[in-house]
């Protein structure tokens, strides 16, 4: 976050949008036609270059957009402590209504508290039905200004361009209400947006300068890492000498990619940014440690601070809205006057990066009920350690939780995950009905254990296996990389891109 500039001489700066909602409801058109219409006619060539943000003319002032939609990028820097957007725009399409990530996205704005401005997109198709749209938002306690409430609503079409304008409008007329000043002189303070290695250019980091000036040559703290700029590079792909508040640039020279939504600064000289670097980079493997050994449910209760002792955090995501709702009714009864049990977030759905990201800023545990992490989330809670637990019964977990509570250490009940297997195609036997050409993608898989059907990490179906083979021959297990052949127990519908998981659920002492 910035720091107070009383007293030193700001100036308005262009306010930093980031564009949220469900899935297909149009958040990558909506940049896209912002970027087409407003950058390309501003600017000779167009923009060549994804830098992950965008700064665009308007009559009455400039914003930047962060390229970046979606929930995870928006975690990941408030992870971080970083506050890299000062306005969220929830994408709502007109024609599909609210949806679980439209709420996801809500929450998350106001848990930032970052004002809103809603989008209701797709207005040009058939069907599209704006006021219901308003009704809903309304029920979820986001009442649109004409109603007497607080929230710009905007009709737009990221196709036809209707209501863009109006769209950039409520912007600026937003931002103005918020004041948003910085220096535009001095050394240069900001946030990351995104890094890589890239081949011949080293490691390029595109960074929202927030506060002064970025110059090259200037000597820059980013996270963990540091160096002299080289060169800075513009979103058209223009080098550029100079970049100021509100101005994403990407930078050429530092010694290594820092992360997403890490705190960028100008330093006087080499000798203190490595020194800060190198403090950074021993206090991350620390904290990586750290998590570790808290990722037992347990030790994560042990392990708060005695201001928070009392609470046991929980990000949940379940499989369907009937769970959901039993689930968060059992988790709320089992709070008392010492111990509170705090429901983060709670949603429908498979485990995403931006659960993960929740879990690690409120130091919550995860827990899947028949759902599973896809592949970025399961990669993010390992690099983090963070602990990620899964359940496909309502008491084991409520169970779990209230041993954590009460610091009772009995023997738990836990599953493991064996082997996992994607489906590649599916085939029909007289025998067996459906058999599903598999790939082990994890693990092993074993025959006589229980098995579940996945579908998008959803679980769809609990039985038995009939039958395992590899070519023509029954075989016990299934090693991870081999091919095999599946048939379910009484289960027909097995589909394409499918998941088979073999379990067990064993008994193991708590550790202390
Ligand atoms: P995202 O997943 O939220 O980024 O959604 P996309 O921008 O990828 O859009 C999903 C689909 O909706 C694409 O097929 C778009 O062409 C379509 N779409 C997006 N905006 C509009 C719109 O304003 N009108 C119509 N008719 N289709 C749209």
Known sequence: TLADYSGIDSENRAPVVTIMGHVDHGKTSLL?????AKVAAGEAGGITQHIGAYHVPHEK???????TPGHAAFTAMRARGAKATDIVIIVVAADDGVMPQTEEAINHAKAAGVPLIIAINKVDKEGADPDRVKNELATKDVIPEAWGGEYQFINVSAHSGEGIDDLLDAILLQSELLELKAPATGPASGVVIESRVEKGRGTVAS????SGELNVGDMLLAGAHYGRVRALVDETGQQVKKAGPSIPVEVLGLDGAPEAGEQVQVLPDEKKAREV??????RDRDVKLKRQQASKLENLFENMGSAEASQVNIVLKTDVRGSLE???GALNDLSTDEVKVSLVSAGVGAINESDVNLAMTSEAVLLGFNVRADSKAKRLCEQEGIDLRYYSVIYELID????AMSGLLAPEKR??????????DVFRSSKFGAVAGCMVVEGTLYRNRPIRVLRDDVVVFEGELESLRRFKDDVQEVRNGME????VKSYNDVKEGDKIEVFEVKEVARSL
């Open 400 to 403: 779990d939780v209230k041993q």
């Open 61 to 67: 002032g400039m914003i930047t957009f962060l390229d």
């Open 207 to 210: 960074i929202l300068v927030q």
């Open 415 to 424: 599953e493991e995950i064996l082997g996992t297997a994607e489906v590649r």
């Open 32 to 36: 896209d036609y912002i970027r087409k």
């Open 484 to 487: 095999c052949g599946i048939a």
């Open 277 to 282: 670097a190198e403090f950074r980079q021993e």
């Open 326 to 328: 039993a689930l968060i």
